[in-house]
């Protein structure tokens, strides 16, 4: 298994081990919270809580098993709490979207809450905190308001708006809410301290005015809180314990405290863990949304995108997601995993899971001279050797199979151990077979590949206890289904895609081979019932599963991973 390195320049750790629980220091704080009695007898309470601006990545999914997984340790509960407060980028589609990713996943909310089921609630407290004198109406403008913050090492100074009294604050306000104001004109700000060296803190705005449609509330309000000031008192409101967010938030858990304290309200805590970075994924949203808008991907569901939709409809299980994000636990410094170890879950749980089929993705012809015209037969497979219970299947085997074009060289070169002209090889649980001679077109193309076959060898075993030293799926010709096949790659080139030269472009690391569609592949005739989201083996191929756009006319299957392939690592080596 690849390691994964800790993107700390002074940090020296790296994680090489073979899958295991990793330590959680998130676990580990709600557990000692839980033994102290940090909130008496209280049940402990998480939230998800995402915008629905967009569809949920794998970002989201590492997320998502901490706040509901954690919780269910200890015996808690789990909102999911939509922080719609931002009514023109987000859609009912995306609320939808979210709900159905959440129980893909396999976890179930305790409450299905709105930060807009809170906006009578917040508007109070502003209200309170502005009669309080710690809350004002400021007049500038956005980019005053920037200029008047001061930077990272310069402080701020005073809005000239700051000392207004409270009752020129609260007739302002009021009038915001009536919606007097054009948008942009005047915002809501706490008053806190503009020299804080922590820039969030420098009297950060509590409410802009935003004359839009909200998808919940309609037209009801014109001024809408933002995210610092929502987000604190939504959790103190569903009395959340434990509210668990990314290392950014880190440098704005000052101000979430200081909305609760100054509130007097339920003292929920804030806690920051390392956000998921995987090697050759994008997660920003704002170029996911990019990707789809130029059309280099067919929408957030296509299956080299990293969005929920997307792996899913790909053939990634959530059990192996599950599984993964438990590997990676959670730790206080952000660093990279490599994608081969979310690559290893996949293919662990697929081993276990996926039916078994035969499937020839570039067909070549395979006579059998010595077999009888018009017979046909049927050899028993396993369905699956992982799993005893999955039974045996019957696969109809005739005098014309297809085998895959790189199973025959007419040449070989060394350590190539499949078909050739003289060579004996086995046709998986069904006969050993002698290549003799070849059928080219007028370009010399090799159309067909005569052999023979030995009948005593009937399920793959020669009486005579000879060994061959490769065994070969196949298709029956006479039975094959017609299948278009998409085999999906990494969407960029290089394992970091923001790594383009000055003048570049993030786009510039596109991988240009991450979808091949084959047309004509063959798969056996069981397949004809696969349905969408099953996952199979295709036999020395690699995990696939019938995607949404299959029908009974049109099979239409996608490559979840190939199969490690030992023969492509010699070949590339060799050049052969």
């Known amino acids: 298994m690849a390691a994964t390195t800790d993107s700390n320049p002074e940090s020296t750790a790296t994680r090489t081990e073979e899958p295991r629980t990793t330590p959680n220091f998130l676990r580990d704080i709600i557990a000692e919270d839980v033994r102290t009695k940090k909130y008496g007898d209280a049940t402990i309470q998480t939230r998800f809580p995402p915008e629905p601006n967009g569809y949920l990545h794998i970002g989201h999914a590492k997320a998502i098993c901490l706040d509901f997984g954690l919780a269910d340790e200890v015996g808690g509960r789990t909102n999911l709490r939509f922080d719609d407060t931002n009514p023109e980028k987000e859609e009912q589609e995306y609320v939808d ?7 893909w996943l396999g976890f179930e909310w305790e409450r299905l809450c709105y930060a807009s089921d809170y906006f009578h609630q917040l508007y109070d407290w502003a209200i309170q905190l502005i009669k309080a004198g710690k809350a004002y109406v400021d007049d500038l403008t956005a980019d005053e308001i920037r200029q008047y913050r001061g930077t990272l090492t310069e402080p701020g100074k005073n809005s000239p708006y700051r000392d207004r009294s409270v009752e020129e604050n609260l007739d302002l306000f009021t009038r915001m809410k009536a919606g007097e104001f054009p948008d942009g004109t005047r915002v809501l700000r706490a008053k806190i301290d503009m020299a804080s060296p922590n820039i969030n803190m420098r009297d950060p705005i509590m409410y802009r005015i935003l004359h839009a449609e909200h998808h919940r509330t309609g037209n ?9 000031y929502a987000h604190g008192q939504s959790d103190s409101i569903e009395q959340v314990t434990h509210s668990m967010c990314t290392l950014e938030f880190a440098d704005h858990q000052p101000l979430y405290k200081w909305f609760i304290e100054n509130l007097g309200i339920f003292p929920s805590q804030q806690i920051e863990f390392d956000r998921l970075n995987l090697t050759y994924t994008m997660l920003s949203k704002r170029k996911l949304l990019q990707l789809v808008n130029e059309n280099r991907v067919s929408g957030w569901d296509d299956p080299r995108m990293p969005t929920l939709n997307g792996i899913r409809r790909r053939g990634f299980t959530p059990e192996a997601l599950r599984a993964f994000c438990g590997y990676i636990g959670a730790t206080r410094t952000n660093g990279t995993t490599d994608i081969e170890v979310l690559e290893h879950f996949q293919r662990d749980d697929l081993n276990k899971r996926a039916s078994r089929a035969m499937a020839v993705l570039r067909p070549l ?15 028993e497979v396993q369905n699956n050797p992982e799993d005893p219970t999955a039974g045996t299947r019957q696969v109809p085997f005739s005098r014309e199979i297809y085998i895959e074009q790189d199973d025959f060289r007419e040449v070989p070169p060394p350590k190539y151990y ?6 004996e090889v ?22 067909e ?5 030995d009948p005593a060898s009937r399920g793959g075993n020669s009486p005579d206890g000879r060994k061959v030293k490769s065994t070969m799926h196949w298709v029956s010709a006479a039975h094959a289904l017609t299948a278009e096949v998409r085999l999906y790659d990494k ?17 510039d690391n596109l991988n240009p081979n991450s979808l091949e569609v084959i047309t004509d ?9 696969a349905k969408p989201g099953a996952p199979y083996q295709f036999e020395r191929v690699g995990y696939f599963t019938p995607d949404p756009d299959s029908t009974a006319d049109k099979l239409v299957f996608n490559r979840t991973l190939p199969l490690k392939d030992s023969w492509a690592k010699i070949e590339k080596k060799t050049g052969a």
């Open 365 to 379: 012809k395979l006579v059998i001279t010595n077999y009888p015209e018009g017979q046909t037969e049927h050899v």
């Open 491 to 507: 969407l960029f080139s290089k394992p970091d895609p923001y790594d383009f030269p000055e003048g570049g472009d993030l786009f």
């Open 449 to 453: 590949v005569h052999c023979t076959y």
């Open 521 to 529: 592949a063959k798969l056996e005739p069981s397949l004809a019932a």
């Open 418 to 423: 499949r078909l050739s002209p003289g060579k």
């Open 97 to 103: 979207s979210i709900q159905a990713d959440v129980r």
């Open 426 to 447: 086995r046709l998986r649980s069904a006969y050993f077979v002698t290549a003799q001679s070849v059928v080219k077109d007028d370009a010399g193309n090799i159309t």
């Open 220 to 228: 009801e309000w014109c001024i809408y809180p933002m995210y610092d």
